[in-house]
């Protein structure tokens, strides 16, 4: 019976060390891992580089933005940038604050930020205005993935 005793024992601090070794991220590292990954996003935008801009896009993916319907499906994430990249050959985004909020079980993040959205008019002026985004990030088997996203605009284009 001691022989037992001292193999549960042995085995309990095993498995102690051993779950240790692989602590999850704290909440500080996911918020660095989320927003590292939102600013490559962004970079991908500016570079009007589809497959950059949509990298961490889930499969079930809906896009919800002022004045439009949903769209949903990754696929249909990259089709619409696909787009407007070339409908707006100047348009690029300036990041102006950003927070992350993460789930205590450390599987979900809101990602919160305001940002201005650049561009240049018909008429070749430069534009600008103020947009509110948030996302939620899932931590899949893929890693972080956006499953969705809202952006609104908090004013009207204006020239710069």
Known sequence: MRALARFIL??????????????APSKAEIASTIKANVAALIAGIN???????????????????SMRPPSVGADA???????????????RLQMIDETVDVADAGDIAIYRSTYNENSVGEDGTPMTHKVNY???????????????????????????
């Open 10 to 23: 042995s085995m309990a601090c095993v498995l102690s060390v051993s779950t240790s070794a692989f602590a």
């Open 47 to 65: 570079a009007h580089d589809v497959a950059r801009a949509t990298q961490f896009d889930a499969p079930d993916f809906i896009s919800m933005e």
């Open 77 to 91: 994430d990259k089709a619409g940038l696909g787009m407007v990249f070339k409908i707006a050959p100047g348009w």
């Open 134 to 160: 948030i996302a939620e990030f899932r931590h899949d088997p893929e890693g972080w993935r956006i499953h969705w996203s809202v952006v609104c605009a908090q004013e009207r284009s204006h020239k710069v």
